[in-house]
């Protein structure tokens, strides 16, 4: 909540409607402008219009501190300026790294999406095994690099039966 007082637009994705929740409530506590709540436990029609307030704060300039699930990282086009995403899989992580900075129109250098471990919100098991996995590829490789991805596929999805 501290680093979103100081990005009126921002965007968080977590691992769970619980962690979404819990987060949003704290932005509302807190009195921070613009803070929108996110999760598969709306209605899609209702998710569709969040989606368009959402897209037309930020064409406004208006405050919009976005709390989501990984609904947000696929099949969503919004454009935030900087973001946060919980421990994830690195296809999780570069996904919502494609909601920063998505047209380009910012320094890249000032549009970064920060990974950042939940200890009060554990993920499940499955998401817990995938982000140890992209802390793993992060020894060997900068996950910003092709190698990484790569790797990262190779030893936790196309090594396993899964």
Same mark, same amino acid.
């Given at each position: ?10 965007l968080v994705i977590v691992n769970s409607r619980k962690h979404a929740l819990a987060l949003f409530e704290k932005l509302v506590?807190? +009195?921070?402008? +613009? ?14 219009? @969040? @989606?368009?307030? @959402?897209?037309?704060? /930020? ?11 990984? /609904?947000?990282?696929?099949?969503? =086009?919004? =454009?935030?300026?900087?973001? &946060?995403?919980?421990?994830? +899989?690195?296809?999780? #992580? #570069? ?8 047209? +380009? ?7 970064? /999406? ?28 900068? /996950?910003?690099?092709?190698?990484? @991805?790569?790797? &990262? ?10």
């Amino acid at each position: 909540v501290t680093a979103l007082r100081d990005q009126p637009q921002s965007l968080v994705i977590v691992n769970s409607r619980k962690h979404a929740l819990a987060l949003f409530e704290k932005l509302v506590a807190e +009195g921070l402008e +613009g803070a929108v709540h996110l999760t598969t436990r709306q209605y899609p029609a209702h998710r569709r219009r @969040i @989606i368009a307030g @959402i897209k037309e704060r /930020l064409a406004n300039g208006q405050p919009c501190r976005l709390i989501a699930t990984s /609904l947000i990282e696929a099949g969503v =086009d919004l =454009d935030f300026p900087v973001g &946060w995403r919980a421990e994830a +899989g690195l296809d999780s #992580i #570069i996904q919502s790294a494609g909601r920063v900075n998505r047209e +380009g129109r910012r320094p890249r250098e000032a549009s970064t /999406l920060t990974v950042f471990a939940a200890p009060d919100h554990a993920p499940a098991p499955e998401v817990a095994r995938l982000a140890e996995a992209t802390r793993s590829t992060a020894t060997r490789h900068d /996950l910003n690099a092709p190698d990484a @991805i790569r790797d &990262w596929f190779e030893r936790h999805y196309w090594a396993t039966d899964e």
